[in-house]
């Protein structure tokens, strides 16, 4: 296999070339932005060739074909991750040097496509990135939403939303494809036609869009292998014409244009909660409809036998957002290729596969039948005859039990259950970390599990290292490969061989320096952004994700308002200088976790501001918390928090990015925590709190009295009156109410700090102690440190997907070879 060859003086050309073609401007007068768009196609013809390549060697060899269906792709910038995969950054970042840039400000002028929430789309591309690296066929299957994740601005340390108008310059890694086009229909009615001996089911009076699809490279690393996202635009079906003004149809017409450009508008900035927005299905089924068409287009081009659908076609469904695929699938092979029922539930359940990603029971979708039906009235018929026979299988299986029909039916007290819909059209369901699996068959889905226990299995969580590493934390990366070789860039569990350097002295002070580099870079970052002063020399503690009741950052926050009394007691105190990191996007209408990102800022303000405390303690939120600037966060911290309440997040991915960049994690044993102290050993980091099924236990008995704690101990009560004595809010003391009652709902104690704050709080508190006592001990700290580096290897995307290829998609694996 060869790979690409980079031409420093070609590629010099090149950039210049576009820089004159696309703004008329010669090299020494383009902005660094103008430049990013020069380099970006420069580097997008390399790709292209190798893009072509790939899908020649695919229909060559008629693969088996992985269709990822996901509303989120989380992609973070391109043009850096593209040129390590090409392998070319010495080079182009040479070639730059004698244009007079600098390749990381040309590469900081991207705006990240943000088209994900959080960990979910994330995964979704950390996925693409290992399927690529790995050389199988598939593709992404996406929204080309106009507005991503929203801008999250910091203003009076309130959280305020800005557009991101992400496509406004133009984005140079997408082609669109005009030729892949295809309606989608919503609304209007069905009839029925006799003709040659069956039923014919027709949709009239319907509005109708035209989803065109965008294409993306994703580019596997050093491989040649180029595959696709693709992500899928709306278009009025036809130009407004006078033909409907003459019919009479005007508003038809209107209502459908209006269609179009609402439905791709903008991503639902949701985690882990379903708000039931008509809109937001209508995106679903657009997006679904769309790629199912185009992969039946694809599969009949080159096959006769519809039958042969499950050997060449695998449809993924993350999460239960693109459930629709399953009825979908089914109209086309009923209504459109003429199959009897039963050949068509065989052909679609051998094709459709789905990964729960949450038990949370707000994030359940259950779509009013009401708005189903009038939305998709064809696949609401087929929905409701999955429904039927599904539970006749039930009653078959269970004689007399109609708690299991209650319990497991697809359609019930008025609502469509999409996580039903999508266990009964799968022939795989899988979480995304051992305990969460086990959680769900042994309680979320216990019923669907006792029925069909082979469909479920576990497939934990990875991370790609090319971009969380190799990109993101150059320094490491290049000290690890000085160590070891690069073989960890293609094959991580490679990594291990660091482990023999763990108590090496030199190395442990080579590592703490990189890691100080790091510091730097993130606090000339924090200086820039939020013009706060931190010590590099202080402990990073960071927690950076969603910002949501069930992962704590309320615990952190108070834990660190509780470590601030300490100090005001006790100026002298004893403790290791310390900056708690935050970053965190809150829902727009999560009024809770709105205010906890206020009640961040608050504590930072007094805190930052205090002189007596001689700046033992630093608070700093990071504004507006992305994929780009989440790769130098990683890079520059000590401590990762993972403190979700046990059993709430399924697996969380942060963390495993944490663990590959050398922090040590502080967290509860829930989700993929599990698994990486399993790798890197309990003594490696700092475990505290309930347990999952302590957790469960309580839940299962309506919970526990939190004012038990507040009377009792007199340090957590404090803490908890500061929220409600104006300590962190002079000019309104009510300010933290809705905190505090959250915590001590002195009305309903079951609605009453569901998240275990209080009751984690000494375990939390005592586990941070062991932080600071650890940290003194820096050669034992800096083992640690590598340890944990050294034992990732579990983690990667790599191994995440090697494991879906064996268990569930049975796809083989594609060399292009770029000779020929
Ligand atoms: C999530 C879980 O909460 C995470 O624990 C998990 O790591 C990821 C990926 O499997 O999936 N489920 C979920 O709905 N979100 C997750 O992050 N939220 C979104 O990103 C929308």
Redo the contacts with the bound molecule.
């Keep these: 296999m060869s790979s690409y060859q980079f031409n420093k003086e070609q590629f010099k050309q090149e950039v210049c070339a576009n820089v004159k073609n696309l703004f008329r401007k010669t090299i020494s007068e383009a902005t660094p932005k103008q430049v990013f768009q020069a380099v970006s196609y420069a580097v997008k013809d390399v790709i292209i060739d190798e893009w072509i390549a790939t899908h020649k060697e695919y229909e060559k060899q008629d693969v088996k074909t992985l269709y990822y269906m996901s509303m ?1 792709f989380l992609m973070g910038r391109a043009l850096g991750n593209n040129i390590i995969n090409i392998r070319s950054r010495d080079g182009i970042r040479e070639a730059l040097d004698e244009l007079g840039f600098d390749l990381n400000v040309i590469e900081d002028q991207e705006r990240d496509p943000a088209l ?6 994330r ?1 979704a591309a950390c996925f693409l990135d290992s399927l690529a690296t790995l050389g199988y066929p598939a593709y992404g299957c996406g929204i080309r939403y106009k507005y991503g994740m929203f801008k999250q601005k910091i203003q009076d340390g309130y959280q305020i939303e800005a557009p991101d108008d992400w496509l406004r310059d133009g984005y140079p890694f997408e082609i669109r494809r005009d030729e892949y086009a295809f309606e989608v229909k919503f609304g209007g009615y069905v009839r029925t036609e006799w003709r040659d001996g069956r039923n014919h089911f027709i949709q009239d009076g319907y509005q109708s869009v035209r989803a065109v699809p965008y294409d993306m490279p994703i580019v596997g690393y050093g491989n040649n292998v180029v595959n696709t996202l693709m992500i899928w635009d709306a278009e009025p079906i036809n130009t407004f014409n006078l033909d409907s003004f003459d019919k009479g149809d005007y508003r038809n017409a209107v209502e459908q244009e209006n269609l179009a450009k609402n439905i791709v508008e903008v991503l639902y900035p ?3 909660h379903y708000a039931g927005k008509e809109l937001r299905l209508k995106q679903q089924y657009f997006f679904i409809s769309a790629s199912v068409q185009r992969a039946i287009k694809k599969f009949k081009s080159l096959h006769d036998d519809i039958h042969m659908l499950p050997e060449k076609v695998v449809f993924q469904m993350n ?1 239960t957002h693109p459930t629709v695929a399953v009825p979908e699938l089914m109209r086309i092979l009923l209504d459109e290729e003429g199959l009897e029922w039963d050949d068509a539930w065989d052909i679609t359940t051998r094709t459709c596969a789905y990964t729960n ?2 038990i949370m029971a707000e ?1 359940l979708e259950k779509w009013p039948l009401e708005l189903f039906s009038r939305l998709l009235p064809r696949i609401y018929q087929i929905v409701e005859e999955i429904n039927r026979r599904f539970v006749e299988q039930i009653r078959r299986t269970y004689p007399g039990d109609e708690n299991k029909v209650r319990s497991m039916a697809i359609i019930y007290d008025g609502q469509v259950k999409m996580a039903h819909l999508a266990i009964a059209g799968s022939f795989s369901v899988n979480g ?1 970390a051992e305990l969460h699996t086990e959680i769900l068959k042994k309680k979320v889905l216990k019923d669907f599990y006792e029925m069909t226990p082979e469909k479920f299995n576990n497939k934990t ?1 990875g991370i790609t290292q090319r971009r969380f590493l190799l990109h993101g934390n150059e320094l490491l990366a290049n000290w690890v490969t000085d160590k070891i070789g690069d073989e960890w860039i293609t094959d991580l569990p490679h990594i291990k061989k660091l482990a023999i350097y763990a108590d090496d002295e030199k190395c442990q002070q080579e590592f703490m320096n990189i890691k100080y580099q790091n510091k730097i870079r993130l606090a000339k970052y924090i200086k820039e952004h939020n013009g706060i002063d931190v010590d590099p020399r202080s402990i990073f503690d960071v927690q950076v994700k ?1 910002l949501h009741e069930y992962k704590r950052q309320l615990l952190n926050i108070l834990h660190v308002m509780y470590l601030y009394n300490q100090l005001k007691d006790n100026p002298e105190m004893d403790m290791v200088p310390r900056t708690f990191i935050f970053g965190a996007k809150a829902a727009a209408g999560y009024k809770i976790a709105k205010l906890t990102i206020k009640l961040i800022n608050s504590v930072a303000d007094v805190i930052n501001n205090d002189k007596s405390i001689k700046g033992k303690i630093k608070v700093v939120f990071i504004e507006d918390y992305r994929v780009s600037n989440a790769e130098w966060i990683f890079a520059a911290a000590d401590v990762s928090e993972q403190i979700s309440t046990a059993s709430k ?5 942060g963390n495993m990015k944490f663990m590959l960049n050398g922090a040590l994690t502080l967290g509860t044993m829930d ?1 993929a925590n599990v698994e990486i102290v399993e790798e890197v050993g309990k003594e490696n980091a700092f475990i505290f709190g309930m347990s999952s099924d302590e957790v469960i236990n309580y839940e299962t008995n309506g919970g526990y009295n939190p004012m038990d704690i507040f009377n009792n101990d007199q340090d957590i009560r404090r803490v908890l009156m500061q929220l409600i004595n104006g300590y962190y809010a002079p000019n309104n003391t009510e300010l933290f109410r809705d905190l505090y009652n959250s915590l001590l709902n002195t009305l309903s104690t079951s609605k009453a700090d569901t998240y275990f704050n209080l009751k984690d709080f000494r375990s939390y508190a005592e586990a941070q102690k062991r932080v600071d006592a650890a940290y003194r001990d820096e050669k034992w700290w800096a083992k640690a440190a590598i340890m944990n580096v050294a034992c990732s290897g579990k983690f990667t995307s790599d191994r995440t997907i090697q494991q879906y290829v064996d268990d569930i998609w049975h796809l083989d694996k594609v060399t292009v070879d770029m000779d020929e």
């Design positions: 989120e994900g929430n959080g960990g979910l789309g995964l949701n985690d882990n999460d990603h949450t994030a995304v969580n969603r997040e399924a697996s969380g991915t989700g």
